[in-house]
């Protein structure tokens, strides 16, 4: 299991990114794949996250109206939408996936290398 994420970067409050999590080394069909994040000092926390089974997504009530998770089955690849960034979203954005049915979030993951976001105020 490969995962690699793409699409941090520095950005000014407001602005928008989307990050890549191109998926290999499985069969792309049952997933829990999730975004997490972790802030220098502070504990990684769940950001976002989808379920193949029927596409039901999760998401952290401070990204909640802001950010979009979707799937591209045919490229093995999730991504996230950021909008409206705020200089609280700076932090490691890592890819998490887990094989499974009807569950959003990974519970015992495969993880990507991650990709720093920095949202300048």
């Known amino acids: 299991v490969q995962l690699v994420e793409s699409g941090g970067g520095l950005v000014q409050a407001g602005g928008s990114l989307r990050l890549s999590c191109a998926a290999s080394g499985f069969i792309f069909d049952d997933y829990a794949i999730g975004w997490f994040r972790q802030a220098p000092g502070k504990e990684r926390e769940g950001v976002s996250c989808i379920s193949s089974s029927d596409g039901s997504t999760y998401y952290a009530g401070s990204v909640k109206g802001r950010f979009t998770i979707s799937s591209d089955n045919a490229k093995n690849t999730v991504y996230l939408q950021m909008n409206s960034l705020k200089p609280e979203d700076t932090a490691v954005y890592y890819c998490?996936?887990?094989?499974?049915?009807?569950?959003?979030?990974?519970?015992?993951?495969?993880w990507g290398q991650g990709t720093q976001v920095t949202v300048s105020s």
């Open positions: 998490a996936y887990e094989r499974a049915r009807w569950r959003r979030c990974p519970q015992n993951p495969y």
